[in-house]
């Protein structure tokens, strides 16, 4: 039976630090290789076989997790949160990194992190990029309004980016010199061209066949429209990796983070380690969810009585969580059921 060799990879944008060892920990390989393509299968035909390999998740790690991977007996990728015995090291540089992580690899302590296949990634790329372009076009709009207000024009703000109001503006408005009027038509042809954009890349990724019937079956909860169902997908990848409501609401960002010692207890505010991406459209979906779900409107309300609008919002936001988690797992549309001890009217 082949002995297993351990590597770890400490990645960076042009070098990857790397140390191979066996199940004792002795060293058989370390040194530094390009962070390409080509010198990674030069470097692997060097390795004795077979190997594992274990790396921080980092900006580069994708493209080196998916391109390592068919040659490897297993690949992990490690939660840089969880590595402290890195970050708290007294003396730490590359070849220390990559000696602990496969210290950490071979005795089966490293802090595994999911990773999302590649259809996913790639996926989670274009809507993430359609976030972008979402906020660019806002702050544009912005800026329109930051011009018209350093000149002094008087406008009404509920009518400024519509196309007929904003032509009439510029044609009818004395107080608009051609200085101004032409940067204003540049900011407006910007917000146009990318809100264009942005409803080409919603459009590709709702019809995309991987993704359009597990869509479709989100977007039959109250409150959940195709952005709030795409980043569901795309973020979660794998619901089956939740093990339960309470973890995928932890993931999401919507609970406080605890520190206790003795009988001492304190809770904080929203815990930072969350995916920002669900935090964001999980609260924007629970703050219109009230209006569209006579069930979610009755927990903000309940819940407003209790303590405050801000509280109340996570509520109902924790309760579109439990929505999501349930139709993703059991593979079937949102479903109202009728309480069987409820009066009629």
């Not at 350093?150 to 004395?174: D, I």
């Not at 815990?271 to 920002?276: D, P």
Request: aromatic fraction near 6%; include cysteine.
């Amino acid at each position: 039976m082949q002995s297993m060799y351990y590597i770890g990879l400490d990645v960076h944008k042009k070098t990857i630090s790397y140390c191979v060892k066996d199940g004792s920990g002795r060293i058989h390989l370390e040194g530094t290789i390009p962070a390409t393509r080509m010198d990674l299968d030069r470097w692997r035909r060097t390795l004795p076989q077979p190997w594992t390999a274990a790396m921080e998740a980092t900006l580069f790690t994708g493209w080196i997790y998916d391109h390592l991977l068919p040659h490897a007996a297993a690949l992990k990728v490690a939660h840089p949160l969880m590595l402290r015995a890195i970050a708290a090291a007294k003396k730490k540089n590359d070849r220390i990194d990559a000696h602990k992580i496969a210290d950490c690899l071979r005795c089966d302590f490293l802090p595994e992190c999911y990773m999302a296949s590649t259809e996913i990634r790639e996926r989670r790329r274009t809507l993430r990029y359609r976030n972008l372009l979402v906020r660019q076009a806002v702050q544009m709009k912005n800026k329109i309004a930051v011009l018209l207000m350093e000149a002094g024009v008087a406008y009404n703000k509920q009518k400024l980016h519509r196309a007929g109001y904003f032509r009439e503006l510029l044609a009818t408005n004395q107080e608009i010199d051609e200085g101004l009027r032409s940067l204003l038509g540049l900011c407006h042809e910007t917000v146009v061209r990318l809100g264009k954009t942005e409803s080409a890349l919603v459009r590709s990724l709702e019809r995309d066949p991987m993704l359009r019937e597990r869509i479709g079956r989100l977007m039959t909860i109250p409150a959940v429209g195709p952005i709030m169902a795409l980043t569901w997908a795309l973020e979660v990848g794998d619901v089956g990796r939740f093990s339960s409501i309470k973890k995928a609401i932890s993931y999401c960002g919507l609970c406080s983070a605890e520190r206790s010692s003795g009988e001492s207890l304190q809770r904080t505010p929203l815990s930072k380690q969350r995916n920002r991406h669900l935090q964001t459209i999980l609260i924007e979906a629970a703050k219109m969810a009230p209006r569209n779900s006579p069930a979610l409107a009755t927990i903000y309300d309940r819940e407003k009585q209790k303590s405050n609008a801000n509280r109340a919002t996570l509520a109902v936001a924790r309760k579109i969580v439990a929505y999501l988690v349930a139709v993703d797992r059991r593979q079937k549309d949102f479903l109202v059921v009728e309480n069987e001890n409820s009066t009629a009217a």
